[in-house]
Nanobody, 125 residues
Framework: QVQLAESGGGSVQAGGSLRLSCAAS????????MGWFRQVPGKEREGVAA????????YYPDFVKGRFTISRDTAKNMLFLQLDSLSPDDTAMYYC??????????????????WGQGTQVTVSS
């Protein structure tokens, strides 16, 4: 129901930063959640940030430790993820995602079912 397309991934050295972007298609309702996930081969996909499209409230898992910042531009149907103080452990495919079933809270990670194709983030030591 929502088409998503990520961009902005790349290769950086430890301590560097990247800004990921996600373009979302128009949806008939505005009250839903947007988020970012990451996944490495052989591991489960994990949520790293989420935001309520309507309220702007943000959600982060503890392991992010303030290094990631999610934001959105509702007028442009855009989602962003600022990645700072990156370490090799952050190397993964990063996905833009949508949970159309709810809003606030938006950190019910298993409810996200709309995905982009992913953008690769590689952090060297």
């Amino acid at each position: 129901q929502v088409q998503l397309a990520e961009s902005g991934g790349g290769s950086v050295q430890a301590g560097g930063s990247l800004r990921l972007s996600c373009a979302a298609s128009r949806y008939k309702y505005e009250n839903y959640c947007m988020g970012w996930f990451r996944q490495v081969p052989g591991k489960e996909r994990e949520g790293v940030a989420a935001i309520s499209r309507r309220s702007g409230r943000t959600y982060y898992p503890d392991f992010v430790k303030g290094r990631f910042t999610i934001s959105r531009d509702t007028a442009k149907n855009m989602l962003f993820l600022q990645l700072d103080s990156l370490s090799p452990d952050d190397t993964a495919m990063y996905y833009c995602a949508a949970d159309l079933s709810r809003s606030d809270p938006c950190d019910v990670w298993h409810l996200y079912e709309n995905w982009g194709q992913g953008t690769q983030v590689t952090v060297s030591s």
